[in-house]
């Protein structure tokens, strides 16, 4: 099993910037990836951006350029780095890992309890 837990979010004003973190922990795994979806009310959760073990990252459109993940392998724990943030923002921000145990290999996903980033005009 693995646990995740955010941290940060919260409300800021149109343009500011907030950041957003995410611990995994648990008893002997693997992780593949780790990344950040949101669900903003009445919409489908979307991926924001994801990150491999090796360092890939992948974006959704709408924040290239404006939000950046990155990740401390020695303390299993992901960031969002959210910059120039806009109204449309506004979400509960889930944090995610795709890991295994070691073996056997059962890759499976992993969600944290969400954090609440208010971005307002």
């Known amino acids: 099993q693995v646990q995740l837990v955010e941290s940060g979010g919260g409300l800021v004003q149109a343009g500011g910037s907030l950041r957003v973190s995410c611990a995994a922990s648990g008893s002997s795994f693997i992780i593949y990836t780790m990344g950040w979806y949101r669900q903003a009310p009445g919409k489908q959760r979307e991926l924001v951006a994801s990150?491999?073990?090796?360092?890939?990252?992948t974006y959704v459109d709408s924040v290239k350029g404006r939000f950046t993940i990155s990740r401390d392998g020695a303390k299993n724990t992901v960031y969002l780095q959210m910059n120039s943030l806009k109204p449309e923002d506004t979400a509960v921000y889930y944090c995610?890992?795709?890991?295994?145990?070691?073996?056997?290999?059962?890759?499976?996903?992993?969600w944290g309890q969400g954090t609440q980033v208010t971005v307002s005009s």
């Open positions: 990150i491999t073990s090796g360092g890939t990252t």
């Open positions: 995610n890992s795709r890991a295994t145990t070691p073996w056997p290999i059962r890759p499976k996903d992993y």
